[in-house]
């Protein structure tokens, strides 16, 4: 019991934080990824000893995937009217603007492609990775990709932020 | 512009490099909730095979010749008799029933009720409020001003307070998760009889109001850093769970490669005794309103 903790232990103080960046790429809000990323380790820690260690991490990006796209299917209410202004993080040091920009266009991006773009691009996820992540075929994985690109694409120019992505 | 999948990477991938805030889940809070998620589990296959026994026993009997069932009544578990526990170690509170089916003293345990979701939109209270209140009911209970206060006030569904305290052996902690509840605080209460500790029976006490409080054991999930739970279900559907914990922000290590945080040390002992920790969460829950 002691040795399946400690595991567990290991296991989260090594991917917590990485799980709460993705999520926060998906979600566009630090505190609901706080949220997702510890929901998904509440869900991870319920399964640990039936989860071989060699499948943890591909099987933890399908729980949290799972639980930010069951947060957006419950939709607004979600939402809670809040007496004060949540907790921001403004972006710092080099290019705020166009980090800005690609996140409100992420965030435009409909939530099932959005998460695809997330695990392919920001988790680094191949095409098989992500399909095994969201439980679909390589097929739905690249048509989906082709398609959240092109909302992507499309909300950048509309936001009208005349930014080039470094390096793009 | 993202008109490959190079360039669609290189660009998503800045998002990444953002500065986050500080991670405020604990390993702790993680192992506490999905420690309760398991006994949920459990505790519907153990509702799922209840409910297939009884179909079965009911349909031989039912089924027997001659026998047309009429006045038969079908055992289910409330046939068992909850153990006995021992009386209150506190005026004024109550040694909350166990189930029958809970394995005391056991590493699991299992309840048949499951928690009412939380109806309507309860606002929680703000920060400000909630911390005055935490800070005056620290001060009566234990004589001594929070040295250290980390909120994390702005979730959707549930919100953390963390308040240091000193010991003689260095700091401890009051750690309050904010969130909301349905049905009635007795319903909500009963459904979380075995959420903390090993099948223990908690304490319970109703406050002139209609607010629960119920105390659960002390729990060490390792001897060097212990914690104890209470919590407060008001009538108003807020929920407030206020764990007494042996170890400070300065007990915590962050991981590799990680903002995230272990506890790597403790006091050995908690901050409150059972009877502080029962006077401040009064005292609280008094000073909200």
């Known amino acids: 019991m002691r040795g399946r903790d400690q595991e567990f232990a290991e296991f989260f103080s090594a991917r917590f934080d990485g799980a709460r960046r993705i999520a926060y790429a998906m979600c566009g809000s630090w505190p609901d990824a706080e949220e997702i990323a510890q929901a998904a380790f509440v869900k991870l820690y319920a399964r640990w000893s039936k989860v071989r260690i060699e499948t943890v991490d591909a099987y933890l990006r399908t729980i949290l995937t799972r639980v930010f796209l069951d947060t957006k299917r419950r939709g607004r209410a979600r939402e809670q009217v809040v007496a004060e202004l949540p907790d921001t993080i403004a972006p710092a040091d080099a290019g705020p603007a166009e980090r800005m920009a690609l996140r409100a266009a992420l965030l435009a991006v409909p939530p099932g492609q959005r998460a695809v773009l997330v695990l392919r691009f920001v988790a680094d996820l191949s095409v098989e990775q992500v399909a095994e992540a969201l439980g679909c075929s390589t097929g739905t994985v690249k048509s989906q990709t082709a398609r959240g690109l092109a909302a992507l694409r499309a909300a950048y120019k509309k936001g009208d932020v005349n930014v080039e992505m470094r390096g793009a | ?226 914690s104890q739970p209470l919590a407060i279900y008001q009538p108003n559907g807020r929920k407030y769970v206020i764990t007494s914990a042996g170890y400070s922000e300065a007990d915590m290590m962050p991981g590799k490669d990680s903002t995230s945080k272990t506890i790597v040390n403790g006091r050995g002992k908690l901050p409150t005794t059972q009877e502080q920790l029962a006077e401040l969460a009064e005292a609280f829950a008094g000073g909200l309103g």
């Open chain 2, 1 to 226: 512009m993202f008109d490959n999948d190079d360039a669609a990477r290189h660009a998503l991938r800045t998002l990444t490099s953002e500065p986050a805030p500080p991670v405020a889940t604990t390993l702790d809070q993680v192992v506490r909730r999905g420690k309760r998620r398991v006994f949920i589990q459990r505790a519907g296959s153990v509702a799922g095979v209840v409910a297939v026994v009884a179909a079965i026993g009911a349909g031989t009997i039912l089924l027997r010749p001659g026998d047309q069932g009429d006045g038969v009544q079908v055992g289910t578990s409330n046939s068992a008799t909850a153990p006995t526990y021992p009386t209150s170690p506190m005026p004024g509170w109550e040694v909350v029933d166990m189930p029958a089916y809970a394995e005391r003293g056991g590493k699991s345990c299992t309840n048949n009720e499951t928690q009412v979701p939380p109806t309507g939109n309860v606002p929680f209270l703000p920060l400000a409020a909630v911390q005055s209140a935490l800070t005056i009911a620290v001060k009566q209970a234990l004589g001594a001003v929070p040295a250290a206060t980390f909120p994390s006030w702005s979730g959707s569904s549930t919100r953390f307070l963390v308040v240091e305290v000193p010991m003689d052996n260095g700091m401890g902690q009051l750690q309050l998760e904010a969130t909301r509840y349905g049905g009635s605080p007795t319903r909500a209460a009963d459904a979380d009889r075995v959420a903390y500790g090993n099948c223990e029976a908690p304490l319970r006490r109703t406050l002139a109001d209609g607010t629960v409080l119920q105390l659960y054991p002390k729990y060490d999930y390792h001897p060097k850093w212990p």
